[in-house]
Every structure is written in C-alpha cells, then in structure tokens.
C-alpha cells in the first residue's frame, strides 16, 4: 500500500461546479497537510496548508482534514477554466528533520466553459 | 512571498556535456532545498535533500556522481547533470522550504539529444 493515495482522474466538470478532490493515507503519524495545484509544465504552488484535523477555507477552496479516516479533501466552490490543472496532495508527520513531505501522484483536473 | 527561481527554464544540450540548473529562494531563506524530478503525466519523484553546507541527501537509485548538488547558501542550490544522456531528459524542478511548507520553482526542461 502507497502512502498517500490520490484518485488519478481526469476529472472533468462544467464551469461553475463544485470540485471534491481527495487523498487517502496510511501513516498515521501525519499531522501537516497540504494542496499544491500543477499547471502543465510549470511547478507546483502552494494552494493550502493545514495542521492536524478541521477545516480551512481560502476564497473558493476548503480543506477539511479527517484523521480518524485519514482521508483529507479540498473543495474547489464555483470551478473556473482557469482551476484546470493537476492537484497534488502531500503530508508530513515533521518530528524530525529527517520526516519527509510525501505527495500523491496528483489529480488531473479540467473544468469546461 | 515565498518566491523561488529556476535558471534556466529550458535548455538543450549534447550527449555527454555537463548541465548546470539553479535555484534560488527569493524572499526567504531555506534551510532545505529538494530536487525533483518529473515524467509527463507523472507524479514529482524526490531526487535529493539538500541542507545549506552539509552533502546532500540522495534517494534510493539516484546516482549521486551523476547528479551534483551544491547547496552553497540558505538561498542558492545547484543541480548539475553530468555526462547528460537521452535518457536524463526530463523536467527538472526544485523546491524551498523554511521549515515544513515547500515552495517550488518553475521547473527546467531538460533535452539530451
């Protein structure tokens, strides 16, 4: 089993959906979680960053952390064009300097006009 | 903020010429920076760590001799590809983290040809 599991897609919405992205986990030692959208051929960027369980809103997106599932979702509210890209998920447990960020393999996102 | 810069963004290059990719922190120090690696279609495979004056952290099956890191301060880490083959072609991207959040460049586009 992988440690972070991510529905690869493609996704594919009509404009103004509502987007559920989401990720599964198995290293319960994970505490910080992050969303990274990946535009083609360009680096990722940082779209939330959440600490342990709950929720964390930012303009249309919303991360929600379950730990108990492991599983954390980000929300994208009124999709645009412009959200058409790869979503990555990715967590750490940083106890130590040597913790890594371990990402998932991405969700291929396209929201049609 | 958290501005982080890839040089070059592309370039092409001879079979068995060396190549040399930057990156920098722009508005922040990083006391670790990552090098990764990237396949169409595909998830961002960890190449090396890097910590600003000590040797860098390779992964399991990334040749270390093949691929140089010099991470000479906590704004600028180096990435050299020797003796470049067709099959070191790929995109290149490298990341900067304060403390656990990553903040990417733009990517390199690397051709052997």
């Known amino acids: 089993q992988k440690e972070v599991e991510q529905d690869p897609g493609p996704l594919s919405v009509p404009e103004g959906a509502i987007v559920s992205l989401n990720c599964t986990y198995s290293?319960?030692?994970?505490?910080?979680f992050m969303w990274y959208r990946q535009y083609s051929r360009k680096g990722p960027e940082l779209l939330m960053y959440t600490y342990s369980s709950g929720n964390k809103e930012d303009g249309r997106f919303t991360a929600q952390v379950d730990k108990s599932s492991k599983y954390i979702s980000l929300f994208i509210r009124d999709s645009q064009p412009s959200d058409s890209a790869t979503y990555l998920c990715a967590m750490s447990a940083w106890k130590t300097s040597y913790d890594k960020v371990i990402f998932g393999p991405g969700t291929s996102l396209s929201v049609i006009p | 903020g958290a501005v982080v810069s890839q040089h070059p963004s592309r370039v092409i290059c001879k079979s068995g010429t060396s190549v040399k990719i930057e990156c920098r922190s722009l508005?922040?120090?990083?006391?670790?920076m990552f090098w990764y690696r990237q396949f169409p279609k595909q998830s961002l495979m960890l190449m090396a760590t890097?910590?600003?004056?000590?040797?860098?952290?390779?992964e399991q099956g990334v040749e270390k001799d093949k691929f140089l890191i010099n991470h000479a301060s906590l704004t600028l880490s180096t990435l050299t590809v020797t003796s470049a083959h067709p099959e070191d072609s790929s995109f290149y991207i490298c990341?900067?983290?304060?403390?656990?959040?990553?903040?990417f460049g733009p990517g390199t586009r690397l051709t052997v040809l």
């Open positions: 890097s910590n600003e004056g000590s040797k860098a952290t390779y």
């Open positions: 990341s900067a983290s304060p403390w656990i959040e990553q903040f």
């Open positions: 290293n319960s030692a994970f505490q910080y």
């Open positions: 508005d922040f120090q990083a006391t670790t």
